[in-house]
């Protein structure tokens, strides 16, 4: 009998039981899609502005690391590829589309910051989500079950998106736990260890259903690389983040198979080819084609949809060095991980005209500057391999740099022949022990070619009898910058009596602190401080302070920005140059590993002593190409060169035409820094007249 009928004595509306069962059906249906045909049926994904289609043969290298999402006999998926190839929204939406809709289970998003956690939640999902209709029909539509990072469904899965943390990866148990753009964070977590290690933890009670995924493009660097004969055919340079876990795995690669003579392949960076008959990037660019390593047999990039979808994934040893497929699975290397990694020349979203665009210049900028930086993103993050850096302070010993500073006899003090402008840099030490400013006269000719003439410490002030200087506990004692840096002048070397005046003197502004009468005391207040009292005596324009700032905050070598918030003394008002340390560094290894003579040739000073040449390959990189000073180790020469070189880019230094340079970077003859021996060099700029406009309105 249907209850569904009112009774009159109770006064209520029975529902059908029926028609509850009928309408809920669903929750229990058994289904049994795999993750690519139920991406390929039912999953809409976010494209920036709306949402598209997802199909699987736009992408067909995602199909196979999705399919093994499913698999029990494995207990992890792992790929490694480039940026732009759509691995994101195959391994992450695709995944969860999968598990919502076909197998429930708590899952576990890892993504690289929490505000990036909810960026994603808040748009690529919630997009997604409202328009795949499976995932919909599925949601409660109660706003506790919807939340930025935690989304509950009417099948019983909870989704939590969240950051690595220790508690986000402690104590909670989840059947699936996944994280996006692995190489973005780093690899441990607090004092709990490796990220990965943290993940599998959390799923291992649900055993072989459960499943970790890690997906990213490479972001660490190779530090010791092997060589091709030491590696595995599959196997990446050994770093940290995702390489390794790829490494761990099964490695399989993405092969094409060649037209011509039918053997598989490695579409890898190297394949591509172009015409260097150009002079124009662009258009040697235009002219890339793919060419089979073993026949020549070319490919055009109308082809690399179709050879993708012909394309077949191997795991280390299923391909011969003929590019014969192997089926003796004693050769193959197996696995509970499956590890899947790719290069840019498949990705569906990157043309190879704009990747060989891309290799081009930053290959232009690293032979021209020295920096490394864009060669590095664009092997990380275009091509989908770890970077291994060509230059390593370490890689050059003090010896060999003694060595060759004897090729240089230029005095100490003098301004050498060839030189046009000069850079005073100042490292400021404030602690208890050892306080100091130290300084160092960097000169830079044509071609930015550079010399070191002088560096020198301040350590007492004739003003308190010859007493220490301390800077970060008397103001007064940076007043002596003044005289002893910014206004000092260096003779030129040609006898005439000329003096050269500093363009511009850089000053750490961040230097250790120390403590007066129990209370911390700071160097930035001190150094905005004196930055009034030199703009009050026009000498402002000749004096930058300078901070480090950490790599990924910095997109430029240097940033001049006007802090207001973090001193009530500088009112935005303060100039401050921020600096991108590592590229800077970077630079000055560059420079000084240049062993013929030409632009940006570091003469090293032959004056100097040892302990020059020690600071100044102190340090070393660290995997993620941050320059690291070991503790109790004196970096200072280090330092100082790479102020001068954040000061010479400042002024423009990088892109000046010699054969008409600006007047500060001029011969001698009409070098306004350049001043005659029977003149006094005036420094001080008058003010120029302010009239107090009315701001309007608006002020
Ligand atoms: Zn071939």
Redesign the pocket.
């Known amino acids: 009998m249907s209850l569904k009928t009112f009774d009159p004595r109770l006064g209520v509306q029975f529902a059908d039981a029926a028609e509850i069962r009928r309408k809920l059906a669903y929750l229990c249906r058994p289904v049994n899609k795999s993750p690519v045909l139920a991406a390929d049926e039912g999953l809409w994904i976010s494209d920036g502005t709306d949402v598209t289609k997802f199909l699987s043969s736009q992408v067909p290298y995602i199909r196979e690391p999705m399919e093994c999402l499913s698999r029990r006999i494995y207990e992890a998926v792992i790929l490694m590829g480039p940026a732009r190839s759509g691995k994101t929204k195959g391994l992450v939406e695709g995944w969860i589309n999968y598990t919502v809709t076909q197998a429930p289970g708590d899952m576990l998003l890892i993504y690289s910051t929490k505000k990036k956690a909810e960026s994603m939640s808040k748009k690529d999902l919630a997009r997604c989500f409202a328009a795949t209709e499976e995932i919909n029909k599925l949601r409660t539509g109660r706003k506790s079950d919807d939340t930025l990072t935690f989304k509950h469904f009417l099948n019983g899965m909870n989704l939590s998106l969240d950051s690595a943390t220790e508690s986000s990866l402690s104590a909670e148990t989840f059947r699936y736990a996944g994280c996006s753009d692995y190489d973005r964070a780093d690899d441990g977590v607090g004092q709990e260890g490796s990220k990965f290690q943290l993940m599998l933890k959390r799923i291992q009670n649900a055993k072989s259903s459960g499943m970790a995924m890690a997906e990213s493009s490479p972001g660490r660097i190779v530090r010791q690389p092997k060589s091709p004969a030491e590696l595995g055919p599959h196997e990446a340079q050994p770093c940290g983040g995702i390489a390794q876990l790829y490494n761990q795995g099964d490695r399989r690669r993405f092969y094409w198979q ?1 037209d ?4 598989w ?1 490695l579409p890898d960076f190297e394949t591509l080819h172009w015409e260097g008959k150009y002079s124009d990037p662009q258009d040697v660019a235009k002219s890339t084609y793919c060419q ?1 390593p ?4 070319r490919i055009d990039e109308h082809q690399k949809q179709e050879k993708s979808l012909a394309a077949r994934w191997f795991r280390e040893g299923a391909v011969d060095s003929f590019g014969e497929e192997v089926t003796d699975e004693d050769k193959i290397r197996q696995s509970k991980w499956a590890s899947f990694g790719f290069e840019g020349v498949v990705a569906a979203y990157q043309s190879w005209e704009n990747l060989v665009y891309r290799y081009l210049t930053a290959q232009t900028l690293y032979e021209d500057s020295g920096d490394e930086d864009s060669l590095m993103s664009f092997y990380n993050i275009d091509v989908g391999r770890p970077y291994i850096l060509q230059i390593e302070g370490k890689d050059i010993g003090v010896h060999e740099l003694m060595e060759k500073a004897k090729g240089n006899p230029y005095l100490r003090g003098v301004v050498p022949v060839g030189g046009r402008f000069l850079i005073m840099s100042i490292d400021v030490q404030g602690g208890k022990s050892n306080a100091r400013f130290v300084v160092q006269a960097q000169v830079f000719g044509e071609g930015l070619q550079r010399w070191v003439i002088d560096r020198f410490e301040i350590l007492t002030t004739p003003h308190r009898n010859g007493d220490r200087i301390n800077p970060a506990i008397y103001a007064e004692d940076w007043d002596l910058l003044i005289e002893l840096v910014i206004k000092k002048t260096y003779p030129v070397a040609d006898g005439s009596g000329r003096v050269m005046k500093p363009i511009l003197t850089l000053c750490d502004s961040g230097g250790s602190a120390s403590e007066k009468d129990g209370k911390k005391t700071s160097v930035t207040d001190f150094a905005y401080q004196f930055y009034n009292r030199l703009k009050a005596k026009g000498l402002s324009h000749l004096f930058r302070l300078v901070k480090g700032a950490s790599n990924k905050d910095m997109d430029s070598l240097i940033k001049e920005s006007y802090p207001d918030k973090r001193s009530k003394l500088a009112h935005g008002e303060i100039p401050l140059l921020m600096l991108h340390t590592s590229r800077l560094k970077n630079r000055v290894v560059a420079s000084y590993s240049r062993d013929e003579f030409g632009s940006r040739y570091f003469h090293l000073p032959a004056w100097a002593e040892r302990e020059w040449f020690d600071e100044l390959t102190a340090e070393f990189i660290d995997e993620k190409g941050q320059w690291i000073c070991p503790d109790k180790t004196r970096n200072e020469s280090f330092d100082l060169c790479a102020y001068a070189e954040a000061g010479m880019h400042f002024l423009g230094g990088d892109d000046i035409h010699w054969e008409s340079a600006p007047p500060w970077a001029s011969e001698w003859q009409i070098n306004p820094n350049v001043i005659d021996a029977d003149l006094q060099p005036v420094f001080e700029r008058k003010p120029k007249k302010r009239y107090n406009h009315s701001r309007g309105i608006f002020g």
């Open positions: 060649c011509d003579c039918g053997f392949f089979c073993r026949c020549l047999h």
